[in-house]
């Protein structure tokens, strides 16, 4: 299925969040999550299903003002 | 006294943003040299699994100091809440720096949206830091949304313009003289931000003027001195000003005066 991820376009078979996560090779720990505009809590992930078209951000540190 | 915010204790008043200096060597030199207790941080889109974003997370917490992460960006309501839960998460602190941007040009706050998501975010256990302007309405609706802390512009973001409006910034702070106050943005020099001191305020919260400067690490000290001397002169008791002169030295007893040739 086609989703996007971080505003890109990408194609997986990862089926929930935490799958999708760990196969992006980020520790569960390191990001924050959110699924169509909704944050998903890090217990959550693995009970969050993904389908076409879904809009994933997978968000870290970064500096700011 | 020290700075009091949500129950932490500060002996600095300078909070610093982490944003835009020339390199990570100086801006941790820079963190240093401001002896601020505070530095804010952000949230990217992570690339991949050695991204820039868990490199600046391991040099962020070098610095020792208190993250404050905001929600720069955010233009509604619901970015700013969801932004708000995930930065929680990740920095591991119910603080966030609420910003709701309504206009491109002055990155002016949209208050309306400001206030909605800091009474939902209050609610659910956040203390939140709202960027906000200097309307007093404004700032009376975040108190009552259950903001401890009110942390109105001087200027708008990145401008260096400094205290556009001291009026409404010394209303602001004799209507609320127990709330704690934050000048967040516009402060361009350091006597901007002794000055803004000077009327009372609490704290001075500023990225630019640091990063952006010739020697940021300098100009971090040169804030920090700044800052601290205008909160003593805010203690000292400042003389009101007057029209007309009035000699510093006293008059009767000096010779000539009565030919008027004394200064």
């Given at each position: 299925?086609k ?6 376009s990408?194609d997986t078979?990862?089926s ?8 992006l090779g ?5 990001v ?8 998903v809590?890090?217990?959550?992930r ?19 003002g | 006294?020290?700075?009091?915010l ?6 600095s ?7 835009q ?7 941790l030199?820079?963190?240093a040299?401001?002896?601020?207790g ?11 699994k050695?991204?820039a ?23 509604t309501?619901?970015?700013a ?10 920095f ?5 720096k ?21 009474r939902?975010l ?6 939140v ?9 404004v700032?009376d609706?975040?108190?009552?949304a ?13 401008s ?7 009026f409404?910034?010394r209303?602001?702070r004799?209507h ?7 000048v967040?943005a516009g402060?361009?020099l350091p ?10 305020y609490d ?7 640091v990063?952006?400067?010739g ?13 601290a001397?205008?909160r ?6 400042a003389?009101?000003?007057r ?6 030295t006293?008059?009767?007893?000096s010779?000539?005066?009565?030919s008027?040739?004394g200064?």
């Amino acid at each position: 299925m086609k989703i996007h991820l971080n505003g890109a376009s990408l194609d997986t078979e990862h089926s929930d969040l935490a799958a999708l996560v760990a196969a992006l090779g980020h520790e569960a720990d390191k990001v924050a999550t959110a699924v169509n505009g909704l944050f998903v809590a890090r217990p959550s992930r693995a009970h969050t299903p993904l389908s076409e078209g879904y809009a994933v951000e997978v968000l870290a540190p970064m500096e700011g003002g | 006294m020290s700075l009091n915010l949500y129950g932490s204790e500060f002996t600095s008043r300078f909070l610093i943003g982490s944003a835009q200096y020339p390199s990570p060597a100086i801006l941790l030199d820079a963190i240093a040299a401001s002896r601020a207790g505070i530095v804010t941080v952000s949230l990217r889109r992570e690339a991949g699994k050695d991204g820039a974003g868990q490199q600046f997370w391991s040099l962020i917490k070098q610095s020792g100091a208190r993250l404050l992460p905001n929600t720069a960006g955010c233009k509604t309501v619901k970015e700013a809440v969801n932004t708000a839960h995930m930065a929680r998460e990740l920095f591991a602190t119910p603080w966030i720096k609420l910003e709701v941007i309504g206009e491109d040009d002055t990155l002016q706050p949209d208050v309306f949206a400001l206030v909605e998501a800091a009474r939902i975010l209050c609610a659910e256990g956040f203390q939140v830091f709202p960027y906000t302007t200097d309307d007093l309405v404004v700032a009376d609706k975040l108190l009552a949304a259950g903001c401890e802390v009110l942390m109105p512009w001087g200027a708008p973001i990145g401008s260096g313009r400094g205290l556009n409006n001291p009026f409404a910034l010394r209303a602001l702070r004799a209507h609320f003289p127990d709330t704690a106050l934050i000048v967040d943005a516009g402060i361009g020099l350091p006597s901007q931000a002794a000055a803004a001191m000077e009327l009372g305020y609490d704290a001075i919260l500023l990225n630019t003027a640091v990063a952006k400067a010739g020697n940021p690490v300098a100009m971090a000290s040169a804030f920090a001195q700044a800052i601290a001397a205008g909160r003593s002169a805010f203690h000292a008791g400042a003389i009101a000003p007057r029209d007309m002169a009035c000699p510093s030295t006293p008059v009767p007893g000096s010779p000539f005066w009565h030919s008027g040739g004394g200064q």
